[in-house]
């Protein structure tokens, strides 16, 4: 991609226009005028599943001489029962969201939507996606929009890897954390001691400064 190739880590001044979900957005980049949608790099928010659209199929029976004077135009088919039946169940068709995937939109919305952001591209996806960091103002400072989704952090099992804390599940159940893995980043192998697997090169330190980024939020 051109754009990616002439401004792979230079921060680039935009406009949010769009939330899709917690991690997926639309910018509108100043001063080239030009729409992009990024993956925010580093997590992949809760999906907004899907929403049931209604479609309706308006059948008629137009003569040659009712289609737009075209006397040699075929008539229009009619749907069979089956067909209908398929169409129906495809407009009907709807995901509900995926757990905490309606806050995290809001978080984003609440922080960045219509408000001027900066995007600094890291590459993209195998889907050819554009992913990459987004900052937005808050008060004098600026805050990384990968770090302020990302909270009630408990431990930090690696460079890549975390365990959160669900506050609406109550203490002590098995539900009440979860283990995060980190979209678009392979650290070192932290190794396993039981099973006598030493910690790879830079594995302490990759998990150490991820620890010091989150474990105080």
Not at 20 to 47: E, K, M, W
Not at 182 to 192: D, E, T, V, W, Y
Not at 199 to 215: G, K, Q, S, V
């Amino acid at each position: 991609m051109g754009l990616l190739a002439t401004n792979k880590g230079k921060p680039m001044e935009g406009i949010m226009e769009q939330v899709r979900d917690g991690s997926t957005i639309r910018v509108y980049l100043l001063p080239d005028f030009q729409f992009v949608q990024v993956f925010v790099v580093g997590i992949q928010s809760p999906s907004m599943g899907r929403r049931a659209v209604a479609e309706t199929v308006v059948e008629t029976d137009l003569t040659s001489d009712d289609q737009n004077g075209d006397a040699s135009a075929e008539p229009w088919a009619q749907l069979t029962s089956a067909q209908k039946l398929s169409a129906s169940a495809a407009a009907a068709a709807e995901v509900s969201p995926d757990p905490f995937g309606p806050e995290a939109k809001h978080f984003t919305e609440f922080h960045c939507l219509n408000r001027d952001v900066y995007v600094v591209l890291e590459g993209v996806d195998k889907f050819s996606n554009l992913i990459g960091s987004v900052y937005y103002p808050k008060g004098e400072t600026v805050k990384d929009l990968t770090l302020e989704l990302v909270e009630n952090v408990v431990e930090v099992v690696s460079g890549d890897c975390i365990v959160v804390a669900d506050d609406s599940t109550p203490y002590g159940s098995p539900l009440a954390e979860h283990r995060v893995n980190l979209l678009s980043i392979k650290c070192p192998k932290i190794g396993n001691p039981r099973r006598d697997e030493k910690p790879a090169a830079y594995a302490r330190e990759a998990r150490e400064f991820l620890r010091t980024l989150l474990i105080a939020k």
